[in-house]
């Protein structure tokens, strides 16, 4: 069976990493509004930043070109938090600075997008100093629910909506300890009605036997909505695309769930995991 082997480059030392980390909020009806907001000022930023960007003989350097840009910005743009939008300047020259590296690298001309309300997730800037037990901007947005504790230590954050649902991402550290040994191993063959067959020296198994059925039932149900979805009425129409997105996030919540539980499991147990090439016809 071929193999793909990725040994350990280092066991001397822990390795210090950064990873990021997903906590759901709980948000009223007032506050998805204010939210919203500030996701569409943060969106009309970067745009305009963008356009600004696309004229000759400007430069993306974020902290020359801000104060002009927020200058420009209409007046229901003002009670808005300026580091949400000095962010999203910044966000921009990034976007526009990356692809003339890109350019310079391919010689293919890059374009840089302008971002869509229409996008089913949607991300503002936060920094950590507006962040606490409390909730998020609280003197402005008001307490709110997270679905487990603050981390004691993380970096500036990011808001996310993501198919009608709020989550706070925030930057945290983390540390990978060295593997003391390699004498566990463990082949790996993925399938489709079987996720993953397995086989080690003393052992075999599957992992996500049948699991596929229920998500095949769930993709042929939202293939029906969004055919009915077509013919609908104005005001059945948006509830019809609410339960659509429902359905695209419980499908990918389950297939991470998959996914990260099959993780855990195999660096849990394993020390070598053999990986077949995965060949395209």
């Not at 350019?103 to 936060?126: A, D, L």
């Not at 013919?231 to 339960?243: E, F, G, I, V």
């Not at 394993?270 to 060949?279: G, K, N, Q, R, S």
Request: positive net charge; aromatic residues 10%; hydrophobic residues 35%.
């Amino acid at each position: 069976m071929s193999s793909i082997f990725s040994p350990v480059e280092s066991t001397d030392l822990e390795s210090p990493f950064q990873k990021s980390k997903k906590i759901r909020i709980y948000l009223n009806r007032e506050q998805r509004q204010l939210l919203r907001q500030w996701i569409g000022v943060a969106r009309f930023t970067y745009n305009r930043t963008v356009e600004y960007l696309q004229q000759p003989d400007t430069k993306a350097n974020w902290k020359a070109i801000k104060g002009e840009i927020l200058r420009n910005l209409p007046e229901w743009a003002k009670p808005v938090p300026d580091q949400i939008k000095s962010i999203a300047v910044r966000d921009a020259c990034n976007s526009v600075k990356e692809a003339k590296i890109k350019y310079s690298q391919t010689g293919q001309f890059q374009q840089v997008k302008f971002k869509s309300r229409k996008n089913p997730i949607q991300s503002s800037y936060i920094p950590k100093s507006a962040v606490s037990a409390k909730g998020v901007y609280y003197t402005k947005l008001g307490e709110i629910k997270f679905s487990e504790s603050l981390p004691e230590d993380f970096g500036d954050c990011r808001l996310v909506v993501e198919r009608g649902q709020c989550y706070l991402c925030l930057p945290v550290k983390s540390t990978k300890y060295p593997v003391e040994n390699q004498n566990r191993i463990v082949a790996l063959d993925p399938g489709v009605r079987n996720f993953l067959t397995l086989f080690s020296e003393n052992s075999f198994g599957w992992i996500g036997s049948g699991d596929i059925g229920r998500i095949q039932r769930l993709c042929y149900h939202l293939d029906d909505l969004i055919s009915r979805l077509t013919k609908a009425k104005s005001k059945t129409k948006q509830r019809m695309k609410k339960a659509a997105n429902r359905l695209r996030l419980k499908i990918r919540n389950l297939v991470d769930e998959l996914h990260h539980k099959t993780a855990l499991f195999l660096v849990k147990n394993f020390d070598v995991i053999l990986l077949p090439t995965f060949e395209v016809s």
